[in-house]
């Protein structure tokens, strides 16, 4: 009688055993699910913080080369009106000449305006450029924040996700352990009896 209880016992301390095993595994499929889920979140948003960074690289290096194409553009112009005030001059010392030759320069001075004109409508539109290139740099500074502030909530959740996983390892572990413990006091007092 007291072996056949020893053995009803045995038997429910296996079944609750199998039991809690059980539990643990599905804890375990449901936890491990979520983490390959979100490291898969993390590897798309760090690429696509490299998108952005790329972008954002891009938007500043076509800013500078605007900057540098303005100087340009402002440096020749100022050469050519220094050009063109010198001839003025010359031809102002040759009065003999200066019928024909202002007729020149007129015309020449009137290309040049309309040329300083469309400058200037260019430097508009420059500055009109710059002002967009500065404004989505600072959109892309702002999206960048956010995906870098996502990317280190993603790896702390997942940090904390793996040392969850592995506390339940260690759990069932000890459990299994404390089983085949008892399992083994068990034979042992059964082969006594």
């Given at each position: ?14 079944l609750e ?41 891009y938007v ?130 059964l082969k006594?009896?």
């Amino acid at each position: 009688v007291r072996n056949s209880a020893i053995l009803t016992n045995l038997k429910d301390k296996q079944l609750e055993s199998k039991r809690r095993r059980q539990e643990l595994a599905k804890m375990l499929a449901d936890i491990e699910n979520p983490l390959q889920v979100l490291e898969k979140s993390i590897h798309e948003m760090r690429e696509s913080q490299s998108d952005l960074t790329e972008k954002l690289s891009y938007v500043l290096r076509r800013n500078q080369e605007l900057d540098e194409e303005q100087t340009r553009m402002h440096d020749e112009l100022g050469k050519t009106r220094s050009t063109l005030e010198l001839q003025f001059h010359k031809i102002q010392g040759k009065y003999s000449e200066v019928f024909n030759e202002l007729d020149q320069t007129i015309k020449c001075t009137e290309k040049l305006h309309h040329g300083i004109l469309e400058l200037k409508s260019s430097k508009h539109v420059l500055k009109k450029v710059r002002a967009n290139t500065e404004e989505a740099i600072t959109d892309l500074k702002k999206d960048l924040d956010s995906v870098q502030f996502k990317h280190q909530n993603a790896e702390n959740l997942s940090c904390h996700l793996k040392s969850e996983i592995d506390r339940i390892r260690q759990k069932m572990q000890k459990d299994r352990e404390s089983h085949m413990l008892h399992l083994d006091c068990r034979q042992k007092a059964l082969k006594k009896d």
